[in-house]
């Protein structure tokens, strides 16, 4: 899989900020069939760190019902990878916020 198809933006929440602070962890979005080692060849290329670990999570979406039927609509699920980086490197992209 092509490195610039696998990370599709980075997620960036309060708790998520906190984490980066205290354990050097960074939290992406990426393509659901991507893998741990894919994830940490894009995030080695793209970003030129050095990954010591990457854990990866499949984030079901809530189902919504549809008003006119009462039927529940699937909601997509997406894949959520959280990559820790060697100690010194840091993604520039996340600085500042």
Known sequence: MDVYYVIKEPLITE????GKAEVNKYYFSVDPQATKDDVKKAVEKIFKVNVTGVRTITVHGKAR??????????AQKWKKAIV????GNKIELFEGV
């Not at 019902?65 to 699937?74: A, D, L, Q, T, Y």
């Open 65 to 74: 019902v549809n008003p006119r039927s009462r039927r529940p609509i699937p």
């Open 15 to 18: 708790k998520v900020t906190q």
């Open 84 to 87: 820790t980086l060697k100690k």
